[in-house]
T-cell receptor, first 114, second 110 residues
Framework: SQTIHQWPATLVQPVGSPLSLECTVE??????LYWYRQAAGRGLQLLFY??????ISSEVPQNLSASRPQDRQFILSSKKLLLSDSGFYLC?????????????FGQGTRLTVV | RKEVEQDPGPFNVPEGATVAFNCTYS??????FFWYRQDCRKEPKLLMS???SGNEDGRFTAQLNRASQYISLLIRDSKLSDSATYLC???????????FGKGTTLSVSS
């Protein structure tokens, strides 16, 4: 069976500090991978998605970046965090079922920038 | 018009009630639709995919109306454990990622 791991679960970082969140998937190969952010009281916002190693698509302009160095590893980074980067960051992998792609999420990282 | 719109609620219902949520979408080319459930401070979890002919899973029924561009979720015989936020989801135009509505909050009380 497939599993997705995301860490850390919570993080408190000062403004201007760097960020690195990691996500790995087990039990599948060449999955679509996604980073979403959910700000307090708001919906999920798609940040990045990847259909393969080294292939990253960005959905919104921001000071965040993503990388996919291995097939089942997806990393979200920032060189300098802003207060507005606070939120609940969720990694997900996509399972194809016919024409559908169902997304399965990791447990998320709750980031507070202070 | 937003890509996915939902009534935020909250919907407050007693146990055993039947409750329905609607969701409208703007992209008529969307082909795939889902309902996710999110508990407080947890990750969203897939509840069910929505098929053109409508589909049922136990107490949950999902329907799609392409002409009017809306999908619905019906929950029968509500349980306390159904209390959560229900997210309407569809594929983006490229079919590569999922677009989420802001969710409808359901609170079931005894």
């Amino acid at each position: 069976s497939q599993t997705i791991h995301q860490w850390p679960a919570t993080l408190v970082q000062p403004v201007g500090s760097p960020l690195s969140l990691e996500c790995t998937v087990e039990g599948t190969s060449n999955p679509n991978l996604y980073w979403y952010r959910q700000a307090a009281g708001r919906g999920l916002q798609l940040l990045f998605y990847s259909v393969g190693i080294g292939q990253i698509s960005s959905e919104v302009p921001q000071n965040l970046s993503a990388s996919r160095p291995q097939d089942r590893q997806f990393i979200l980074s920032s060189k300098k965090l802003l207060l507005s980067d606070s939120g609940f960051y969720l990694c997900a992998w996509g399972r194809k079922r016919g024409a559908n792609t169902e997304a399965f999420f990791g447990q998320g990282t709750r980031l507070t920038v202070v | 018009r937003k890509e996915v719109e939902q009534d935020p609620g909250p919907f407050n219902v007693p146990e055993g009630a039947t409750v329905a949520f609607n969701c409208t979408y703007s992209n008529s080319a969307s082909q795939s639709f889902f309902w996710y459930r999110q508990d407080c401070r947890k990750e969203p979890k897939l509840l069910m995919s929505v098929y053109s002919s409508g589909n049922e899973d136990g107490r949950f029924t999902a329907q799609l109306n392409r002409a009017s561009q809306y999908i619905s979720l019906l929950i029968r015989d509500s349980k306390l454990s159904d209390s959560a936020t229900y997210l309407c989801v569809l594929h983006n135009q490229a079919g590569t990622a999922l677009i989420f509505g802001k969710g409808t909050t359901l609170s079931v009380s005894s």
